[in-house]
Nanobody
């Protein structure tokens, strides 16, 4: 499984971005998906997750109310809509495919990872 993330870039504080992640095979094949991020000097951290049906979603507390995860299984794509961005959101964002159907926050539950897309928020 290959994942291609896109949509990152430079945005001013308070702005919005939408990340996309397309997989090389049908994501409707019973896999949850998630987004993680890694800021400079920090470990990779959970951001959001979605079940394969899209009916269960989890968010890190730091992004609740600002970020929305969604998916389109017909397009093999998962999205992360980010709004009210601030400097603490600056990081490389990674999408991942889980080993399970449900949404999961655990790093170890993810089997496949994309290459990452840089998000930089300027103040």
């Amino acid at each position: 499984v290959q994942l291609q993330a896109s949509g990152g870039g430079l945005v001013q504080a308070g702005g919005s971005l939408r990340l996309s992640c397309t997989t090389s095979r049908r994501t409707s094949s019973n896999n949850g998906m998630g987004w993680f991020r890694q800021a400079p000097g920090k470990e990779r951290a959970f951001v959001a997750a979605i079940s394969w049906r899209g009916d269960s979603k989890y968010y890190d507390d730091s992004v609740k109310g600002r970020f929305t995860i969604s998916r389109d299984n017909a397009k093999n794509t998962v999205y992360l809509q980010m709004s009210s961005l601030n400097s603490e959101d600056t990081a490389v964002y990674y999408c991942a495919v889980a080993r399970r159907a449900g949404a999961t926050t655990s790093f170890n539950e993810y089997a496949y990872w994309g290459q990452g897309t840089q998000v930089t928020v300027s103040s």
